[in-house]
């Protein structure tokens, strides 16, 4: 097989992608020609078998009503397998249109109004909105940060856990926007911690494959025997398909698969599935894997291309290389006033990547940005990047 040609930029303007079209979602100064390096959505077309099985099923002529048959479940056990050495059983899978539902469905079914519910900021924006549009409320064990090496605060979280209001909390793993990939002892530590206080633990594992050369990621459910976690994975970043809303929900207890039932099927009627859906989960686990391991070692390389570029052009940035995620994680502030030069960003120099601040505390000052895309098209970016920093220099001097 070919290898792919990454270093081709796409035109997709018009497509209502939210990446390129609607850029003006994240913060309405935002002009119309900027250059989008926000959103976790790749600048890479999907896979050749997925495109090529999604046209064989729409020359098929219908799109009927349909749910995961046993092939869905075994193309999703397969992966798992094969990449984590993680037996999934197909008991446990439930379908979800989206991660961000089911963490919805979550909330409501395994806590109530008033309870709190632990994340560790900065974080993915959402998990906020959704525990606070939910009337819960936001616990944050604070991650800590020692010179961009990130780590978790056990004591704290120990606190966290004991107070019997707090019923839940979100890991994210690998951690979006940090690029954390936890290592056992600390996903250990985290299920024990919950399992000692009864805390309902939803695992996001959205960026599994994502993940550098030599790091592996580590799906919670293979490393705690703890009964009440609940995992989301999803084709969405792995294949570069996020505007497909599929996404499989992995439960082990039965006690929690039964209110989870309940939550889902008889509240909100979830049980077929899209077929298109469902199709392009089974080609991306059966067929992709060569695409994902070409694409995920470009983005390393990309990784290695941003490091000597701010060594270069932006030596006071304080930055790390992530273990995990197609996301920079980069601290600006030395240049001087963040939202002057967000403004300078979008507004003049025309570059749109994301206000670390949105990502809840310790996210001020920090900026994030996604890598994968063609090189010359980062490097572009980042030339952006560095001209609105010597702008706002000269305004403070
Ligand atoms: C950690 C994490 N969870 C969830 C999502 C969104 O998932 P979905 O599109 O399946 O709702 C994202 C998307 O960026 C993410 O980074």
């Known amino acids: 097989m070919s290898k792919l040609n990454l270093d081709v930029m796409h035109d997709r303007r018009g497509t209502e992608c939210v990446k390129w079209d609607f850029m003006n979602f994240v913060d309405s ?3 119309k020609d900027a250059q989008p390096l926000w959103l976790s959505d790749m600048e890479f077309p999907i896979a050749t078998n997925i495109q090529d099985a999604l046209i064989h099923r729409i020359q098929q002529g219908f799109i009927g009503h349909s749910m995961p048959s046993n092939q869905y479940f075994e193309a999703v056990q397969g992966w798992y397998q094969r990449r984590f050495n993680w037996n999934i059983e197909k008991e446990s899978i439930f379908y979800s249109p989206g991660t961000l539902p089911a963490l919805g469905f979550a ?3 395994f806590t109530k109004k008033g309870d709190g519910i632990i994340i560790q900021e900065p974080v993915f924006y959402p998990f906020a909105e959704l525990i606070e549009g939910n009337d819960r409320k936001i616990i944050n064990n604070q991650l800590i940060n020692q010179n961009e090496q990130y780590s978790m605060n056990f004591d704290d979280l120990a606190e966290k856990v004991k107070n019997l209001h707090n019923t839940m909390m979100i890991l994210c793993s690998p951690h979006n926007p940090v690029g954390r990939v936890w290592t056992t002892e600390e996903i250990r530590k985290v299920a024990n911690l919950c399992r000692e206080n ?3 633990l939803f695992s996001d594992e959205l960026h599994c494959d994502a993940t550098r050369k030599n790091v592996i990621h580590h799906p919670t459910m293979t490393v705690t025997d703890y009964q009440n976690v609940i995992t989301a994975v999803a084709p969405g970043k792995t294949f570069n398909v996020g505007g497909i809303p599929i996404s499989q929900i992995i439960i082990r207890n039965e006690q929690l698969r039964k209110l989870w039932y309940h939550e889902t099927r008889l509240k909100h009627y979830i049980s ?3 077929p298109l859906d469902i199709v392009l989960c089974e080609t ?15 983005i390393e ?3 290695d291309f941003l490091v000597q570029y701010l060594q270069e052009h932006l030596p006071l940035t304080k930055y790390k290389k992530p273990e995990g995620t197609f996301l920079a994680w980069i601290h600006l502030g030395a240049y001087g006033d963040s939202e002057k030069l967000f403004e300078l960003m979008i507004k003049k120099h025309k570059v749109l990547i994301e206000n670390g601040r949105v990502f809840g505390h310790g996210g001020t000052g920090y900026f994030r940005m996604t890598v994968a895309c063609p090189r010359a098209f980062l490097k572009e970016g980042l030339d952006k990047i560095v001209a609105a920093v010597n702008d706002l220099q000269e305004m403070t001097n």
């Open 272 to 274: 077929f599935a899209p």
């Open 301 to 303: 390389g990309n990784f």
């Open 284 to 298: 991306a686990y059966q067929t992709c894997e060569t695409w994902v391991d070409e694409v995920m070692e470009y």
């Open 29 to 31: 100064r935002v002009p």
């Open 107 to 109: 909330i409501r079914a």
């Open 198 to 200: 009864n805390v309902l």
